[in-house]
């Protein structure tokens, strides 16, 4: 069975701090690795993809990979009220049946 | 928007009804899916189609019937539901092996069973 395991949360921060959410994985053959964050009562949508080990920047988020240790986190700068989500990490499988395998998520609370 | 929708976004339906959740991707793409979004739960997927076939069906119960005409619909055929499957179902699709296998979800349908 392929997981993927995210902190058990939730994650509270206050505004301006720096949120760190992380995650691992099983299936070392894992090649894409996706952050999403979900709204209550919406929808997951995309807000970074990293292949890559090392980081990814997009604007005040930063992904990180590291394959040798199945690790994938995500980082907020200036964490604003905005932010205040579920954050699911989910991994790319390959090898016989490939799908997105999701974690349970991260709650995250931004305080003004 | 994603480029994907869903109907209805809501339905209350008792244990004996039949319905049916629609979705429609307008991104070309060839892969599309069915998960199910249970509280405190990771998103489940339910099934997967990749140019209208189905290949992936994670031992869903029989009474949820999926049916993919062409790449651009599934849908989700429900009858004989049980309280325990009230949920968020949404629907998603992808362009596999372009690179990066990203994922676009629909807003989902909040599905309450009687």
């Known amino acids: 069975q392929k997981e993927v395991e995210q902190n058990s949360g939730p994650l509270s921060v206050p505004e301006g701090a720096i949120a760190s959410l992380n995650c691992t994985y099983s299936?070392?053959?894992?090649?894409?690795f996706f952050w999403y964050r979900q709204y209550s009562g919406k929808s997951p949508e995309l807000i970074m993809f990293?292949?890559?080990?090392g980081d990814k920047e997009d604007g005040r988020f930063t992904a990180q990979l590291n394959k040798a240790s199945q690790y994938v986190s995500l980082l907020i700068r200036d964490s604003q009220p905005s932010d205040s989500a579920t954050y699911l990490c989910?991994?790319?499988?390959?090898?016989?049946?490939?799908?997105?395998?999701f974690g349970k998520g991260m709650k995250l609370t931004v305080n003004p | 928007e994603t480029g994907v929708t869903q109907t209805p976004r809501h339905l209350v339906m008792g244990m004996t009804n039949k319905k049916s959740l629609k979705c429609e991707q307008h991104?070309?793409?060839?892969?599309m899916y069915w998960y199910k979004q249970s509280a405190k739960k990771p998103l489940e997927l339910m099934f997967v189609?990749?140019?209208?076939?189905?290949?992936e069906n994670n031992s869903v119960p029989s009474r949820f019937s999926p049916e993919c005409p062409n790449s651009s619909h599934l849908f989700l055929h429900l009858h004989t539901l049980q309280p325990e499957d009230s949920a968020l179902y949404l629907c998603?699709?992808?362009?596999?092996?372009?690179?990066?296998?990203?994922?676009?979800f629909g807003p989902g349908t909040r599905l309450t069973v009687l």
């Open positions: 989910a991994v790319y499988t390959q090898g016989g049946s490939e799908k997105l395998v």
């Open positions: 189609y990749n140019f209208k076939e189905q290949t």
């Open positions: 998603a699709s992808s362009h596999p092996g372009q690179g990066d296998n990203e994922q676009f």
């Open positions: 991104l070309g793409h060839n892969a």
């Open positions: 299936d070392r053959g894992s090649q894409s």
């Open positions: 990293i292949y890559s080990n």
